[in-house]
């Protein structure tokens, strides 16, 4: 077989995969649960909060909080028994002897999956962005507005970038469950990299800086050292743009880097290639 | 090959024997060469040798933790010894349809699901009806997995290793959970494998079928082969009736603890 036909054959692969990852997610009550939970607290807090009567820009402020902790939730919650799973249940050692490869088997589960929590986020933030023409008072007529101060733009922003999240987190939990061989390992990875990333990172900061260990200017790379801090520095550089003096590319190298990192972690270790 | 065809290629039954080493026919379907493995301190495999031909069928026996799954997982290629090679087929891509001694499959999904699911990494087109007929599973075919017995679990896994009709299948302990109806049809399948070229490897304990369809028995003990030939041949090398009996006088049990 040519290489053109290799990779022909694991793309097909990749997508098959893919596919029964996405229908196992859709027959998985408790996924199934936390995705509306998590639907329901997005739009509650847009219905319930002020944001939405402010504009696109309050919005994005009142929501950054609980998307910050419910998306990592999400993502792990979807995929840090995957990989595990399949090995104890053998179908890891079948699948290898249907020739898939590790890049394909992992690629099909992180685009599976990733799929069913795109949706989930997108949609969620999607219904409460509509909320806003809906709460919001009418412009007043004896004021001159300025656009560029809120527009659905800056939500758009916060939206892609909260999809970058999602997968991200997503693919650290892929990792940990290609890396962890019991189910303790994955749960103990799972907690450990969540809590790290919802409050660890940024508690070691302001401990750091209470400490004087580093100064202001080092804040930017430690927070772009947690997805979470990544993703926070991307909202307000690039969706809320408060003019921040420190460029947001630190913080898209830490988001990327995490990404990257995870999903090659995840294929080196679910499983060893044999000769 | 079979007793069948009334060839028997490898006599072979020194009790103390270290590695049973075969010269390579002109093709085999499976050459695994001197493997060896522990588990920390603990040696499963040692310096085995086994070579298998399109259509033979060869029978592991041995007690619990002499080193069978192990091997079978060296023979499926889904595991790497600590030394040795294992070479399938002609080349690198042929396929071997495995079945794990504890088969168990995503839940959510009916049996005609998760076989197709399978039949989509394999080029030729598979008839999944044909299949589920072979393996006894086509009044369930529109069950859910976790509803299956043990049994047609294991039915199921049979069916996902012959996906693609593989030129060797490997089965870790097929006829475990089946009733004795089950068992003979089981074991009527394998032949009929062997009979279309099919090399096929498989553990069992269940020894009565093993003495009428296997070509050759290799009894592993202790991590070593410790007597292979023809079911006949080693019954009658033992001085036995029948294989149980053989397999009694050819084993000791007690050097398996801890494996």
């Known amino acids: 077989m040519s290489t053109a036909e290799d990779l022909t054959s694991a793309v097909d692969d990749l997508f098959t995969i893919a596919t029964r990852e996405l229908r196992t997610v859709v027959r998985t009550p408790a996924v199934v649960a936390l995705a509306v939970v998590f ?82 986020v997108f949609g969620s933030l999607f219904v409460a962005a509509a909320t806003v023409p809906v709460l919001s008072p009418p412009d007043p007529t004896f004021l001159a507005l300025n656009a560029a101060a809120d527009s659905p733009v800056a939500f758009v922003r916060f939206a892609v970038l909260t999809v970058v999240f999602a ?24 907690v450990g990299l969540l809590v790290a990333f919802v409050v660890g990172v940024d508690a070691a900061t302001v401990a750091g800086l209470a400490a004087g260990r580093f100064g202001i ?52 270790t679910a499983w060893k290639p044999v000769e | 090959m079979s007793d069948r065809d009334g060839m028997v290629r490898e006599v072979a039954s020194e009790r103390d024997s270290t590695s049973e080493s075969v010269s390579a026919p002109s093709h085999v379907a499976i050459e695994a060469t001197g493997l060896s493995h522990a588990f920390g301190d603990v040696v499963v495999l040692d310096d085995v040798t086994l070579s298998v031909e399109p259509g033979e069928i060869v029978a592991l026996v041995g007690p619990n933790g002499s080193g069978k799954t192990t091997l079978l997982q060296f023979l499926s290629k889904v595991r790497a010894p600590d030394s040795g090679t294992v070479t399938i087929g002609a ?55 976790e509803a299956l017995s043990g049994g047609m679990t294991r039915l199921l896994g049979l069916g996902r290793a012959l996906v693609g009709d593989p030129d060797v299948v490997v089965l870790d302990e097929p006829a475990s959970g089946l009733d004795p109806g089950m068992v003979e049809r089981l074991f009527e399948i394998v032949a009929e494998l062997a009979d279309e070229g099919t090399a096929v490897v498989l553990s069992s304990h269940n020894l009565g079928p093993v003495e009428r369809t296997a070509d050759r028995v290799v009894i592993l003990d202790g991590g070593r082969f410790v007597a292979t030939g023809s079911p006949q041949e080693l019954v009658e090398s033992a001085g036995a009736t029948d294989l149980q009996t053989a397999f009694g006088a050819l084993v000791s049990t007690e050097e398996v603890e801890g494996r």
Do not use: H, K, M
């Open chain 1, 39 to 120: 639907a329901l607290t997005v739009v509650g807090v847009a219905a319930a909060g002020s944001g939405a009567r402010g504009g696109y820009v309050p919005l994005v402020l009142d929501l950054l909080p609980f998307v910050e902790a419910l998306v990592p939730l999400l993502g792990f919650a979807l995929c840090y028994r995957t990989v595990l799973a399949d090995r104890r249940s053998g179908e890891l050692d079948v699948l290898r002897t249907f020739g898939v490869e590790r890049a394909a088997y992992i690629g099909g589960v992180f685009l599976g999956r990733s799929l069913a929590l795109v949706a989930v």
């Open chain 2, 91 to 145: 080349g690198d891509r042929t396929r071997v349809g495995y079945l794990p001694q504890r088969p168990e499959f995503r839940e959510g999904f009916t049996v005609a699901d998760t076989l197709r699911f399978y039949t989509q990494f394999v080029e030729e087109g598979v008839d999944i009806g044909t299949t589920l007929d072979r393996v006894g599973l086509s009044g369930a075919a529109d069950r859910r997995v």
């Open chain 1, 217 to 268: 200017d080092a804040v930017p790379y430690l927070l772009a050292a947690s997805p979470n801090g990544a993703f926070r520095s991307l909202v307000f550089g690039v969706a809320v743009e408060t003019g921040q003096a420190t460029t947001p590319l630190v913080a898209l190298v830490g988001l990327g880097g995490w990404l990257a990192g995870a999903l090659f972690v995840a294929v080196v």
């Open chain 1, 167 to 190: 997968l991200t987190t997503a693919a650290v939990a892929l990792a940990v469950s290609a890396a962890a061989r019991t189910a303790r390992q994955a749960i103990a990875l799972a």
